[in-house]
């Protein structure tokens, strides 16, 4: 080879090496938004205000280990539907890893509390009731048994976000477990009176939600010490000694009064730090002094970051920490404020991405589909710009849901996961679990099992199977999780006969229009889309499964069902 080939042919080799080099780097560093099946996407953003989040009770919906059903002695006889009965978090972990929210289009799962709950039952005069829901904490630093350890949890949060799935921690500021033979009092942490009358802010804010629900006094900056019988507990599991220390490295850095309210901020934040857990779900935000959310804000913004500064190779994306409260009978037709009756507050301006909409369940009513996306599209856009709501039909506390007898199961689905805001999906909204149960008392018939026997045997209910019911809630929630544009979007009507509309997203670095037809006859259908969408694009029926391209500023789709769900 002659010497000038030879120098052209070792630069060309050296580029070579620089290229391949760089290609290594990106692969294992460049990062790009993960979809729901754990895909890259880098096309597609995460939004919470376009969240598919799935509620759940932990206990509730599937059993990923049966040898932690039974502890501390609840063995008791309990009333209906008011004892533990095995759901745990390496259930929801199975879910996830069976594809079961990446099929339904769900982009964050919310579970009801995991720690410690009081070891004693409460008699409610036909049984015992126990603390499956997780509302009645014991400890909060811990997990309670029943519901799995805390590489359980650490392994949940890992499968979720491989998958693109954010994790929503329920948490409790606001009381502790009733007290019981086995559980005392937190004395000097918590007050037995008055109840609540809800007349006011004081009589809703500074009282016990119901009688024997000990209530923190969130309001003191009175100093207190621990309880004697956690003392005694942490001391007996081998843990005392690192806990005090923790304590009093928060307490320094951050100057905080050793009151009550940031004892529970230092310990619930712990988890976020640990696991990095994107989200918190706040426990009765209406009966807890809304600065003590602005607080736990700060402090879950500064774990979340820490975590994500700690753990660069596990981060999803540039989202900040999410924060959405349940304040009891909000409505979204109020704007930003709630009203005590004395006094407003505004918890939008307290740490809050979003609250809970109450108003979705007596909206969805109307036969109107244009009536309620209209209303939402407006409100989200201008009293609650740049926030958000998170829409339900169905929850663990309400009795009066949109559709208590599962007669209108695709009608719920259609209405909730197209409605402008983020949308709660309570579980078996899916499958149609029955919310009425036999000998259930309350609250109770709402937290029956998962059904997954139902959807095995594909059910009929009300005249429809289980399994088409699913089928018709999973589209739905992929096209929301393909297009942003659904929950945060601008709602535009495009015709009223047939019912067609648009929505159109559009940031600095991101836009995303979607295309939906709803009632529309079965067979051939033509969609004129001439101005949305230039001809020549090729477009997707998210419902059908059909690819289509434009042609002369239309679609001509022949489908069996009545939706179209265009997006590309």
């Given at each position: 080879?002659?010497?000038?080939?030879?120098?052209?042919?070792?630069?060309?080799?050296?580029?070579?090496?620089?290229?391949?080099?760089?290609?290594?780097?990106?692969?294992?560093?460049?990062?790009?938004?993960?979809?729901?099946?754990?895909?890259?996407?880098?096309?597609?953003?995460?939004?919470?205000?376009?969240?598919?989040?799935?509620?759940?009770?932990?206990?509730?919906?599937?059993?990923?280990?049966?040898?932690?059903?039974?502890?501390?002695?609840?063995?008791?006889?309990?009333?209906?539907?008011?004892?533990?009965?095995?759901?745990?978090?390496?259930?929801?972990?199975?879910?996830?890893?069976?594809?079961?929210?990446?099929?339904?289009?769900?982009?964050?799962?919310?579970?009801?509390?995991?720690?410690?709950?009081?070891?004693?039952?409460?008699?409610?005069?036909?049984?015992?009731?126990?603390?499956?829901?997780?509302?009645?904490?014991?400890?909060?630093?811990?997990?309670?048994?029943?519901?799995?350890?805390?590489?359980?949890?650490?392994?949940?949060?890992?499968?979720?976000?491989?998958?693109?799935?954010?994790?929503?921690?329920?948490?409790?500021?606001?009381?502790?477990?009733?007290?019981?033979?086995?559980?005392?009092?937190?004395?000097?942490?918590?007050?037995?009176?008055?109840?609540?009358?809800?007349?006011?802010?004081?009589?809703?804010?500074?009282?016990?939600?119901?009688?024997?629900?000990?209530?923190?006094?969130?309001?003191?900056?009175?100093?207190?010490?621990?309880?004697?019988?956690?003392?005694?507990?942490?001391?007996?599991?081998?843990?005392?000694?690192?806990?005090?220390?923790?304590?009093?490295?928060?307490?320094?850095?951050?100057?905080?009064p050793r009151a009550p309210r940031y004892y529970i901020i230092k310990w619930l934040?712990?988890?976020?730090?640990?696991?990095?857990?994107?989200?918190?779900?706040?426990?009765?935000?209406?009966?807890?002094?809304?600065?003590?959310?602005?607080?736990?804000?700060?402090?879950?913004?500064?774990?979340?970051?820490?975590?994500?500064?700690?753990?660069?190779?596990?981060?999803?994306?540039?989202?900040?920490?999410?924060?959405?409260?349940?304040?009891?009978?909000?409505?979204?037709?109020?704007?930003?404020?709630?009203?005590?009756?004395?006094?407003?507050?505004?918890?939008?301006?307290?740490?809050?991405?979003?609250?809970?909409?109450?108003?979705?369940?007596?909206?969805?009513?109307?036969?109107?589909?244009?009536?309620?996306?209209?209303?939402?599209?407006?409100?989200?856009?201008?009293?609650?710009?740049?926030?958000?709501?998170?829409?339900?039909?169905?929850?663990?506390?309400?009795?009066?849901?949109?559709?208590?007898?599962?007669?209108?199961?695709?009608?719920?689905?259609?209405?909730?996961?197209?409605?402008?805001?983020?949308?709660?999906?309570?579980?078996?909204?899916?499958?149609?679990?029955?919310?009425?149960?036999?000998?259930?008392?309350?609250?109770?018939?709402?937290?029956?099992?998962?059904?997954?026997?139902?959807?095995?045997a594909n059910t009929e209910r009300n005249g429809q199977k289980v399994r088409d019911?699913?089928?018709?809630?999973?589209?739905?929630?992929?096209?929301?999780?393909?297009?942003?544009?659904?929950?945060?979007?601008?709602?535009?009507?495009?015709?009223?006969?047939?019912?067609?509309?648009?929505?159109?997203?559009?940031?600095?670095?991101?836009?995303d229009i979607a295309v939906v037809g709803l009632d529309w006859p079965k067979g051939?259908?033509?969609?004129?889309?001439?101005?949305?969408?230039?001809?020549?694009?090729?477009?997707?029926?998210?419902?059908?499964?059909?690819?289509?391209?434009?042609?002369?500023?239309?679609?001509?789709?022949?489908?069996?069902?009545?939706?179209?769900?265009?997006?590309?």
């Amino acid at each position: 080879m002659c010497i000038s080939c030879a120098f052209q042919f070792l630069q060309l080799m050296k580029q070579f090496s620089v290229l391949l080099f760089f290609l290594a780097f990106c692969l294992f560093n460049c990062k790009a938004p993960r979809s729901a099946t754990g895909d890259r996407s880098p096309q597609v953003p995460f939004l919470w205000e376009n969240a598919n989040v799935y509620f759940l009770l932990t206990d509730r919906f599937h059993n990923g280990d049966p040898r932690n059903d039974v502890n501390f002695g609840r063995t008791g006889k309990t009333a209906t539907l008011r004892g533990f009965m095995g759901g745990d978090i390496k259930g929801i972990t199975k879910k996830i890893e069976e594809g079961y929210f990446g099929q339904l289009g769900i982009t964050a799962i919310w579970f009801t509390p995991v720690v410690e709950q009081i070891h004693g039952g409460v008699d409610e005069g036909t049984g015992l009731t126990y603390g499956f829901h997780g509302y009645w904490t014991r400890d909060w630093t811990r997990l309670d048994p029943n519901f799995g350890t805390e590489q359980d949890l650490a392994e949940l949060v890992k499968k979720a976000h491989q998958r693109g799935i954010r994790i929503i921690l329920d948490v409790v500021i606001n009381h502790t477990g009733p007290v019981t033979e086995q559980d005392p009092l937190w004395q000097g942490w918590a007050r037995t009176g008055p109840q609540c009358e809800y007349k006011s802010y004081e009589s809703t804010v500074t009282c016990t939600l119901v009688k024997n629900l000990p209530d923190i006094k969130t309001e003191s900056n009175e100093p207190v010490d621990l309880p004697p019988f956690l003392v005694d507990k942490w001391k007996k599991e081998g843990r005392y000694e690192k806990e005090i220390a923790e304590l009093e490295a928060f307490f320094k850095r951050t100057g905080y009064p050793r009151a009550p309210r940031y004892y529970i901020i230092k310990w619930l934040t712990d988890y976020i730090r640990k696991y990095g857990v994107d989200g918190y779900r706040c426990d009765t935000a209406k009966h807890t002094e809304e600065s003590v959310w602005a607080d736990l804000r700060k402090e879950a913004d500064l774990a979340f970051a820490e975590w994500k500064k700690a753990n660069p190779a596990e981060v999803l994306d540039n989202n900040d920490f999410y924060m959405v409260g349940e304040v009891y009978n909000y409505y979204i037709s109020s704007g930003r404020m709630y009203d005590f009756g004395d006094r407003k507050v505004d918890f939008f301006n307290y740490g809050y991405n979003s609250l809970i909409n109450f108003d979705l369940k007596t909206d969805a009513q109307n036969p109107s589909y244009e009536a309620i996306f209209s209303k939402y599209s407006t409100l989200l856009q201008t009293q609650l710009r740049n926030k958000s709501v998170l829409n339900y039909l169905t929850s663990h506390d309400d009795g009066g849901p949109y559709d208590k007898e599962r007669k209108k199961a695709i009608e719920a689905g259609t209405k909730l996961l197209l409605c402008p805001g983020a949308s709660q999906v309570y579980y078996g909204d899916e499958t149609a679990r029955s919310l009425v149960i036999p000998g259930a008392q309350g609250d109770a018939t709402l937290r029956s099992f998962m059904n997954w026997d139902e959807l095995a045997a594909n059910t009929e209910r009300n005249g429809q199977k289980v399994r088409d019911i699913l089928d018709h809630w999973q589209k739905l929630g992929r096209f929301r999780r393909a297009h942003p544009a659904v929950g945060a979007g601008i709602h535009k009507m495009l015709s009223e006969k047939p019912y067609l509309f648009q929505r159109k997203y559009v940031s600095d670095t991101f836009s995303d229009i979607a295309v939906v037809g709803l009632d529309w006859p079965k067979g051939k259908k033509e969609v004129m889309v001439q101005g949305i969408f230039s001809d020549g694009t090729e477009l997707t029926d998210y419902y059908s499964g059909q690819k289509i391209a434009v042609r002369a500023g239309k679609v001509v789709l022949d489908t069996p069902h009545t939706i179209v769900l265009l997006g590309k």
